[in-house]
């Protein structure tokens, strides 16, 4: 089950990829601002580097400083590891790991064309459960809406405190549950990949921060309306593959996800969803959240 999820996630997020959605389109501007960019920060990186895909702007609220290194968990074309890289300045580092080889090679171009060169910038193929990173050489861990898509986010959050330095923190936005789904939304994989149905309670979130170490855990609703996804509507990219539902049974929770071929834009994936959601108010269920915590330091008193 947790492969097919991992499927279903990397052949939706590669055609995004493939897409050419980019900040040059409206609808994909809009979604951004929505959750928080500013138009400022938007035309200082690469137009590539916005897909329209954030519920938040943790770049926005790490307080991040001038040396320190920051990682940005689920990076794509990059958009946070831009903003951060900018803020920590040459003498520091923002590190990008996504698993989708399509988001790092867009990642890698979109960073080719920035003037000045981009020193202080890597990204890393690697699952955010399996960081390629070493123990405690992390000052802060970004990340924006990727975590809900992670099948077993316990052992995220494990790994996010191993690579943390002590008194390291985390700046994370996501999308968490109020309330449980209805069953509709629930096992639906498009509602999986779309960020809703992977998403864990606010509770659990918490918890699963504290279990693995972390304290001055601090979950925020932005009140956010959700709905600011559909101002991707009509939004066109270039041909790529599109995610459907297999025909063959299945004893998983979710129908599993396969690729199939044809000329189409992402904005079909986005429509399918858009279309199981007109039926429910999803901020009655989920919530865009700002997630904050920090590593203990031993030597703290």
């Known amino acids: 089950m947790t492969e097919a999820i991992v499927d279903a996630v ?29 138009a400022e920060e938007l035309a200082a990186i690469p137009a590539g580097a916005n897909m329209g895909l954030s519920c938040g702007n943790p770049t ?9 290194t920051v990682v940005d968990l689920g990076s794509g074309g990059g958009l946070d590891v831009f903003l951060a890289a900018a803020q920590v300045g040459p ?13 790092i090679e867009l990642a890698l171009c979109n960073a080719a064309t920035m003037s000045g060169g981009a020193t202080n910038i890597e990204f890393h193929q690697a699952s955010i459960d399996q960081l390629p990173l070493a123990d405690n050489s992390v000052d802060c861990v970004i990340s924006n809406c990727v975590i809900n898509l992670a099948p077993d986010k316990r052992a995220v959050f494990r790994e996010v405190a191993r690579v943390l330095k002590p008194g390291g923190r985390v ?17 639906d994989v498009l509602a999986y990949v779309g960020c809703i149905a992977g998403a864990i ?21 932005s009140g956010v309306d959700l709905n600011a996804y559909a101002k991707m509507e009509n939004q066109s990219g270039c041909c790529s593959p599109v995610m459907t539902e297999s025909a063959q049974p299945t004893t998983s929770r979710l129908p599993i996800a396969k690729v199939s ?14 279309d199981l959601l007109m039926r429910y108010n999803v901020n009655d269920y989920a919530a865009s959240v700002k997630v904050f915590a920090v590593k203990p330091d031993a030597h703290q008193t």
């Open 171 to 187: 700046a994370v936005s996501d999308i968490a549950l109020k309330q449980p789904l209805p069953p509709e939304l629930g096992n």
């Open 91 to 103: 003498t520091g580092k923002a590190i990008g790991i996504d698993m989708t080889a399509e988001m």
């Open 261 to 274: 071929s044809g000329c189409c834009t992402t904005t079909e994936m986005h429509d399918s969803l858009k």
């Open 10 to 38: 990397r052949a939706r997020y590669g055609a995004v990829a493939r897409s050419g959605l980019s900040n040059e389109h409206a609808g994909v501007q809009a979604v951004a601002q929505a959750f928080g960019y500013t």
């Open 201 to 221: 309670s606010l509770d659990e979130y918490r918890q699963g921060l504290l279990d693995a170490g972390f304290s001055e855990v601090v979950i925020v609703d």
């Open 60 to 68: 926005a609220t790490a307080n991040l400083r001038v040396g320190e």
